[in-house]
Nanobody, 120 residues
Framework: QLQLVESGGGLVQSGGSLRLACAAS??????IGWFRQAPGKEREGVSC??????SYLVSVKGRFTISRDNAKSTVYLQMNDLNPEDSGVYYC?????????????????WGKGTLVTVSS
């Protein structure tokens, strides 16, 4: 059964860290990554990975790191130095195409999301 299951969200103070995990099963993907949506805002691509190629939203570069464990079919997002603007629901998403741009239109499968709240 095709599934993307996120975990690791929560409440953290500004400057803190969180690590999100996404376990994928039931399909083969070319690109996988993380998206987020804050209340009243559009969903945006935070970071994606395809083979050894990674991409990051400008505002998270240097603070967030995406990685994958192929043996576990799991992708992680290490988030450091968090600030309130990072708050939102974080979704794991995957697309069949390799090297796809980290945009929601390129993703075919979505998880249900995990909430990240950063307090000031």
């Amino acid at each position: 059964q095709l599934q993307l299951v996120e975990s690791g969200g929560g409440l953290v103070q500004s400057g803190g860290s969180l690590r999100l995990a996404c376990a994928a099963s039931g399909f083969t993907f070319g690109t996988i990554g993380w998206f987020r949506q804050a209340p009243g805002k559009e969903r945006e691509g935070v970071s994606c990975v395809s083979d050894d190629n990674t991409s990051y939203l400008v505002s998270v570069k240097g603070r967030f790191t995406i990685s994958r464990d192929n043996a576990k079919s799991t992708v992680y997002l290490q988030m450091n130095d968090l600030n309130p603007e990072d708050s939102g629901v974080y979704y794991c998403a995957a697309g069949r195409t390799k090297l796809a741009t980290c945009h929601q239109r390129n993703m075919d499968y979505w998880g249900k999301g995990t909430l990240v709240t950063v307090s000031s």
